[in-house]
């Protein structure tokens, strides 16, 4: 197992990507998802798929907003999976893209960034669909001669797929999906990338990212990185899901996840993440100007190897101020509209009450010191 020096002691892989997690909002102890779910995938993005909509569909109540992480362990590998049940706010896509970024660096990848795509909503599909029949009935000859065993009729997706991944200059004229997507579909898109890029997010669009038809919707995520070796290797998949579910009522709900699997080379265990260790800070936020600012904060005070807490997904700031309380964290720091201006922030010390005003930059440094 590998160990990490932070803090100033040794930390385990399993350790570090549970402190990750506690960042990033994963705060409730990891599942451990059992192999069988994923026996009758035929691919890595079918096996993602399954494991992100099985630990989403776990939660106990699925019209709420929901964060949970799990563990699949495997045989000299495992996966970790973060999602989020039923987000009620674009930001919520950060938390699991951080998160999973993170977790890949933690497990010896460098040079990360996010690959993105979209397969839209219903009206984008079926754009889509005659546009995929269109290319088929163009190409027919061309394809019987190349792919004859190719099932363009039942699995239209499959064989885009199959081509876009041989060297047939047929290629080079394959619909994509980005292409096709209803007005609704490209301002999901569209806020998605402005997203990414307020956050300083490194990302790619990459629009033969694979997915699953009838279960993807909207978004499709995809890690790369490089090993030790200089390497390149997609390392995560995910995106944003429907699954229909039945509620204690009968009723039929498409809960919304999104979700990101991340595959890490060597085995971690979800038993040796339920030690939690008290944050040393919390980080609240006031009103929709500072959720970017102090998510970005989030990032700084992560990368300066402080023990976090938040709650930036909720609204109420009583209800984050009453969380902070009772997280035992040494400080509270509070992002509000003047601080997002100006960048800066309020620092509250806890025991003492006393708080003060300073720049992000001295209050990583501030926070630094106060951890050793």
């Known amino acids: 197992m590998k160990n990490f020096e932070r803090r100033g002691f040794s930390e385990s892989l399993d350790q570090v990507i549970a402190s990750v997690a506690r960042a990033y909002g994963f705060t409730s102890t990891p599942t451990t998802i059992p192999k069988k779910h994923i026996a009758d995938a035929t691919s890595g993005t079918e096996e993602n798929t399954i494991l992100i909509t099985t630990l989403a569909g776990s939660v106990g109540d699925e019209t709420m907003?929901?964060?949970?992480?799990?563990?699949?362990?495997?045989?000299?590998?495992?996966?970790?999976?973060?999602?989020?049940?039923?987000?009620?706010?674009?930001?919520?896509?950060?938390?699991?893209?951080?998160?999973?970024?993170?977790?890949?660096?933690?497990s010896g990848f460098s040079d990360c960034k996010v690959l993105l795509s979209s397969v839209g909503d219903e009206e984008s599909r079926r754009r889509y669909v005659r546009e995929m029949g269109n290319f088929f009935k163009k190409n027919a000859k061309a394809i019987s001669d190349e792919f004859g065993e190719l099932d363009i009729h039942n699995n239209p997706d499959e064989a885009v797929h199959t081509i876009s991944e041989s060297a047939s200059p047929l290629k080079e004229s394959l619909p994509r999906t980005i292409d096709?997507?209803?007005?609704?579909?490209?301002?999901?898109?569209?806020?998605t990338i402005s997203l990414l890029e307020s956050l300083n997010i490194p990302y790619e669009l990459n629009p033969r990212l694979s997915y699953i038809p009838g279960v993807n919707?909207?978004?499709?995520?995809?890690?790369?990185?490089?090993?030790?070796?200089?390497?390149?290797?997609?390392?995560?998949?995910?995106?944003?899901?429907?699954?229909?579910?039945?509620?204690?009522?009968?009723?039929?709900?498409?809960?919304?996840?999104?979700?990101?699997?991340?595959?890490?080379?060597?085995?971690?265990?979800?038993?040796?993440?339920?030690?939690?260790?008290?944050?040393?800070?919390?980080?609240?936020?006031?009103?929709?100007?500072?959720?970017?600012?102090?998510?970005?904060?989030?990032?700084?005070?992560?990368?300066?190897?402080?023990?976090?807490?938040?709650?930036?997904?909720?609204?109420?700031?009583?209800?984050?101020?009453?969380?902070?309380?009772?997280?035992?964290?040494?400080?509270?720091?509070?992002?509000?509209?003047?601080?997002?201006?100006?960048?800066?922030?309020?620092?509250?010390?806890?025991?003492t009450q006393f708080q003060e005003t300073m720049t992000t930059d001295k209050l990583v440094s501030r926070l630094a010191k106060a951890r050793a």
């Open 180 to 191: 096709f997507l209803s007005e609704p579909s490209r301002k999901v898109m569209l806020e």
């Open 65 to 106: 907003n929901v964060q949970s992480w799990g563990v699949l362990k495997s045989k000299g590998a495992s996966r970790a999976v973060f999602t989020i049940t039923n987000p009620k706010h674009s930001i919520a896509q950060a938390f699991v893209v951080k998160a999973s970024l993170a977790t890949a660096e933690a």
């Open 217 to 351: 919707r909207e978004l499709v995520f995809g890690i790369e990185g490089s090993d030790k070796k200089g390497n390149r290797h997609l390392i995560a998949s995910g995106g944003r899901f429907e699954t229909e579910k039945k509620t204690k009522d009968n009723k039929k709900h498409e809960p919304n996840i999104i979700g990101i699997a991340v595959n890490i080379p060597e085995p971690i265990d979800a038993r040796d993440m339920s030690t939690r260790e008290l944050p040393t800070c919390f980080v609240v936020h006031v009103g929709e100007a500072a959720k970017l600012k102090a998510f970005t904060l989030l990032d700084s005070l992560w990368r300066a190897q402080i023990a976090l807490s938040q709650a930036i997904l909720m609204e109420s700031i009583q209800n984050q101020m009453e969380l902070a309380q009772q997280s035992g964290a040494k400080y509270i720091t509070i992002v509000g509209q003047r601080e997002a201006l100006d960048g800066t922030a309020i620092l509250k010390n806890v025991s």
